[in-house]
């Protein structure tokens, strides 16, 4: 951090332009994101200092002067990095934030449609069970599962752009109930499974075998499951 920014972008228009802005932008984020949290803990260390002093233990530097020399760096780089030079880029900033509103936008209608899709699709209701059934409502699930991954991970590379560009911050809570709802059906698919898988056992038992009080009490115990 204490090398600064070399290169500033004249525009952002071409791939290597935007690649420039993106590196800036990044290395503003990082000096606003520590900055204050690294000058807070100056004071507890110069604390920390006088009452080793205090207590006479012996130090080969003045970490006292040296701590107040890195707090001098780090405002005055921070104070470059904040100051001149997003006052230059700001024109492309705010340039770069309006491509980026039109991505939110798409990828906001994409997990709509998604969130539809998912709906219509995914396995809520049981009509009938057969381990045939049972498959296939465990690779929709897969499936989805799936998706909702590639679409968290687009929605966490735009909340970073976001981020970057001080874009207020997008929740996209059609994806987290998606995922709640993918765990939910998990699990009740995973009690059809046990169900069905029970009684086709059964069904092979022979009826001078049939201990009916011991079926009763296990079917007892499915329901609290």
Sequence with gaps: MSNGIKVIPEGAESKREKEILMQVMTHLRDVKMIKDRTLEEVEPMKQTVLLLKKHGIKMEEDFLVKLENCKTQLIEVSEKA???????ILPLQNQEAGNIKKKLL???????EFRIKFQQQCPYN???SSIAIIDSSYN???DFYNQTLEMEEEA???NNLETL?????????PLKD???ELQSLKYMWDLVSLIDLQFEAWKSTLWDKIDTENLMQLIKDMQTK
């Design 82 to 88: 904040l100051g001149p030079v997003k006052e230059a």
């Design 156 to 158: 966490k590379a735009l």
């Design 140 to 142: 929709l699930i897969t």
């Design 178 to 180: 998606c995922k709640a």
């Design 126 to 128: 049981i009509d009938q």
């Design 165 to 173: 560009f001080d874009i207020q911050k997008s929740t996209y809570k």
């Design 106 to 112: 798409d990828f906001q209608k994409k997990v709509a």
